[in-house]
């Protein structure tokens, strides 16, 4: 029962990932590392 | 009644515009692109009194010429959009360089005020600027402003909502006998010609500087009073008076030498500049290898502990060997073999957020532009190739700054050439494996290798293509400072974050597709991985990357992981070789004694380095190339050159060293 429940855990989870790695990607948004990607105050600052 | 008021805030780069935009419209503000390109336009409305104001951000820019794509939507949002009100934002600490656009706007003929803004610098300086004297030259009211305390902005507004009424001052410059009577007799013809022609005079000058948008739009054959451009004459008469202004208003100007300018002489010297860069790239490695690898002791550790205990736990509920293998040589191995990797990363991050808060990055675009200018770019595509060492995504971003498509194009295209984070983990894998007290030098020269091609790429690219007008390179290189402690803990907060996120999500995905390739085959689940379907697709390209060292089928398969995230040949090569906490000196060793079984040696663990950072770039990058680019066929391009170079790259170095090799 328990192996059950960690196995559909996984699927659940897998699935949420790519669901929303899918959805980001549509609104154009590919990976963590965004536009405002910028070390420091001075260089974000506009 | 209320009244709607169209204002435009105008300033060079780094003047606080925003952060005064900002100031007025908090959050209520609409972000798009200005119509066809890709800079950003900011539109927000605030309310003062009875009025409306519609405010317009626009990007910063140095002046109203039209070589950048900055310049030229600010001047056409200017020239077409019926702004009421200019509001001229100027960096109080830097008077004299923003001047010059402050008195281009005027010229506009349009209702201009100036926000004087960071006068808290001007003051810690212990200068002075005569707030009587300079309005008095300029003819427009100068409204002393503080962006970031929120200071003077009830004012500024008021000044636009009054100035707006009043007459607009053309005649800021008056410019030598010859080009004012060559302004007047333009102008006049102009007026023939076109009756409705606003801002005559802006025009005439424009004519006479050869501007090549006025010169379309008004077609007009001025042959018998231009003869030359008057380009030049009409900058340096601007810079005469700017001077005259500045000996005026400005009060006690710093004499003596600034801590930055002397700074600069030996980080930007002409000799000492690139290998000063290098020699700091290679400190910034070097703490990343040692003090990385001195917290890692404790990831690797923990890691241990949690594959044990999850080991125990399976155990304990009696779980089919299936789901016990899905989940530690899947999951745990994949996963934990890359959040093994954060100090590395961590310390990476930090050290590069130090370098770029203390004012130096910029300096290195200025310290590469001679170089760049060999290859057909400016120094600022320096700029986006330097984002590459952190991610390759923002890196092909940061190309949009460039004026020129070509450049832009040969920026995008190279830029994944450069090392990015997400593949140090490879570096220090198999460079602390095969290389001992070397590993440091040998992942060190991944990123000067990666330079170097990107270098050579660009210059064959640029023998290639069409020449082109040499760009002159303007940044600006901000004082040296002190960094600040609480912005760098924030970035690099967030790099660790967007580093776990990664580590739960594509990497956990990537780990359970690479454990199910490995161990279902033709007849199901498998016992011997040989028999499986990642190994049926990894032998396909063993005689392909044989000659290039890498003529195991594992790394193959690991190599096609890479696709989507470098990170993930790590968790590849975990999970391929069975190995829970590759990182660890056990785990290190299992994994080097396996692949010494395979006669995998040093030569073939480098020749896997450079593979790993010539070839292509991951999915995020290759859509975020699609997306800059617009064109599936450099995007093809982007993806299929990169395997190109470097499957010859790798199997020019893995056969020469070979060969070397073999004669001693």
């Known amino acids: 029962m328990a192996e059950i429940i960690i196995v559909v855990l996984i699927v659940l989870y897998t699935g949420f990932i790519i669901y929303k790695k899918a959805k980001d990607m549509k609104k154009g948004k590919f990976c963590n590392c965004g536009r405002d990607d910028c070390p420091s105050a001075t260089k974000c600052r506009k | ?664």
Request: hydrophobic letters at 50%; one cysteine or more.
């Open chain 2, 1 to 664: 009644m209320s009244d709607e008021l169209r204002i435009g805030f105008v300033g060079n780069p780094n003047c606080g515009k925003t952060t005064l935009f900002n100031a007025y419209t908090g959050a209520k503000l609409k972000v798009a692109n200005w119509p066809g390109v890709t800079v950003e336009r900011k539109e927000g409305a605030a309310r003062y009194h009875n009025h409306i104001y519609k405010l317009i951000d626009t990007p910063g820019i140095y002046s109203l010429t039209s070589y950048s794509i900055e310049e030229k939507v600010t001047r056409k949002f200017i020239l077409e959009e019926g702004v009421d009100v200019i509001i001229n934002i100027v960096d109080a600490s830097s008077l004299e360089r923003n001047l010059y656009l402050t008195l281009q706007l005027i010229e506009l003929g349009k209702p201009v005020i100036m926000a004087l803004n960071m006068m808290d610098i001007v003051e810690e300086r212990g200068m002075e600027i005569d707030l009587h004297r300079l309005p008095e030259m300029l003819g427009i009211p100068v409204i002393p402003v503080s962006a970031r305390k929120k200071s003077g902005l009830d004012i500024l507004m008021h000044a636009a909502s009054h100035h707006v009424k009043e007459h607009h001052k053309e005649y800021v410059v008056v410019y030598n006998d010859e080009i004012e009577e060559k302004i007047n007799t333009i102008s006049l013809r102009i007026k023939e010609k076109f009756k409705d022609m606003e801002n005559v005079r802006w025009h005439a000058i424009k004519f006479l500087e050869y501007d090549e948008e006025v010169m379309k739009k008004y077609p007009m054959d001025l042959s018998d009073i231009i003869d030359r451009s008057y380009e030049t004459d009409i900058i340096n008469q601007k810079y005469d008076f700017i001077e005259e202004i500045i000996d005026e208003v400005l009060v006690n100007k710093a004499t003596k030498e600034e801590k930055t300018d002397k700074i600069d002489k030996i980080l930007t010297n002409r000799f000492l500049g690139i290998p000063i860069f290098l020699g700091i790239m290679a400190f910034v490695f070097y703490l990343t290898f040692t003090v990385g690898d001195f917290l890692k002791g404790g990831f690797d550790i923990a890691l241990g502990l949690i594959s044990d205990t999850v080991s125990n736990g399976l155990s304990m509920i009696n779980a089919s060997q299936f789901v016990t293998s899905l989940i530690i040589d899947g999951i745990i191995a994949g996963v934990g073999g890359i959040l093994s990797f954060l100090p590395n990363i961590f310390i990476l991050f930090l050290a590069l957020a130090i370098l770029e808060d203390s004012g130096y990055m910029s300096r290195v675009a200025y310290v590469m532009d001679g170089i760049m200018g060999k290859i057909g770019l400016s120094g600022k595509a320096f700029i986006p190739m330097l984002l590459g060492f952190g991610c390759s995504v923002p890196a092909i971003m940061a190309s949009r700054t460039l004026e020129n498509e070509r450049d832009r194009r040969k920026t995008i295209l190279i830029t994944p050439f450069m090392s990015c984070s997400a593949k140090l983990p490879i570096y220090v894998l198999f460079s602390q494996m095969f290389f001992g007290a070397h590993a440091m030098m040998a992942a060190y020269s991944m990123y000067l290798i990666g330079l170097i091609m990107a270098i050579m790429v660009a210059f064959i690219m640029s023998k290639i293509g069409e020449k082109k007008e040499n760009i002159s390179l303007l940044i600006e290189l901000p004082e040296y400072k002190a960094p600040n402690a609480r912005s760098i803990g924030i970035y690099v907060w967030e790099k660790v974050k967007d580093y776990l996120i990664k580590a739960g999500t594509t990497i956990f995905i990537a780990s359970i597709a690479v454990w199910f390739i490995l161990n279902i085959g033709m007849t199901g689940l498998v016992d011997n991985m040989g028999d499986s379907f990642g190994a049926m697709i990894g032998k396909l390209l063993v005689p392909i990357l044989k000659p290039a060292g890498l003529g195991l089928w594992q790394i193959g398969v690991a190599l096609i992981s890479g696709f989507a995230a470098k990170e993930v040949v790590v968790s590849s090569i975990s999970v391929l070789y069975g190995i829970n906490n590759v990182t660890s000196i056990s785990g290190m060793n299992s994994l080097l004694e396996l692949l010494a079984n395979d006669g995998f040696t040093a030569l073939n663990a480098y020749a896997l380095m450079i593979f790993s950072l010539l070839y292509t770039p991951c999915l995020a990058a290759v859509a975020t190339m699609k997306k800059e680019l617009k064109s599936a066929k450099w995007t093809a391009f982007g993806i299929v050159f990169p395997l190109v170079v470097a499957w010859l790259i790798t199997t020019l170095i893995y056969q020469i060293g070979g060969f070397i090799l073999w004669q001693k």
